[in-house]
């Protein structure tokens, strides 16, 4: 059974950190891709973040996040992170981990890393709220 669960959420103020973490119970994770995904009530779930199969090698932000956000992953322990400095109250959202099919290796790239009908494993997701 497939199982992605988020932690590391929490009310910051703006310009405070949080780091967001996956742990993934997935066979064959390190074939697949990863990515965290944003949903803001009574907004889209928007592609935050995308990591290749090969660590940091391919990475994808949306815009309003580069240069604040970073991405990273750990094979070994199966585990996804989001380091998200530097916090805006327009970051304000729940967030969702989410894996491609780890069935074949993940060769998505680019913005492919952050759309939403890429992804088949979805978390619960985990609460970030940025106060002014």
């Known amino acids: 059974q497939v199982q992605l669960v988020e932690s590391g959420g929490g009310s910051v103020q703006a310009g405070g950190s949080l780091r967001l973490s996956c742990t993934i119970s997935?066979?064959?994770?390190?074939?697949?891709?990863m990515a965290w995904f944003r949903q803001a009530p009574g907004k889209e779930r928007e592609g935050v973040a995308g990591?290749?199969?090969?660590?940091?090698?391919?990475?994808s932000y949306v815009d309003s996040v580069k240069g604040r956000f970073t991405i990273s992953r750990d094979n070994a322990k199966k585990t996804l992170l989001l380091q998200m400095n530097s916090l805006k109250p327009e970051d304000t959202a729940m967030y969702y981990c989410?894996?491609?099919?780890?069935?074949?290796?993940?060769?998505?790239?680019?913005?492919?890393?952050?759309?939403?009908?890429?992804?088949?494993?979805w978390g619960q997701g985990t609460q970030v709220t940025v106060s002014s």
């Open positions: 989410a894996a491609t099919d780890p069935g074949s290796w993940c060769r998505l790239r680019g913005r492919d890393l952050r759309k939403r009908e890429e992804y088949n494993y």
């Open positions: 997935i066979n064959s994770y390190n074939r697949a891709c």
């Open positions: 990591i290749g199969f090969d660590s940091d090698a391919f990475t």
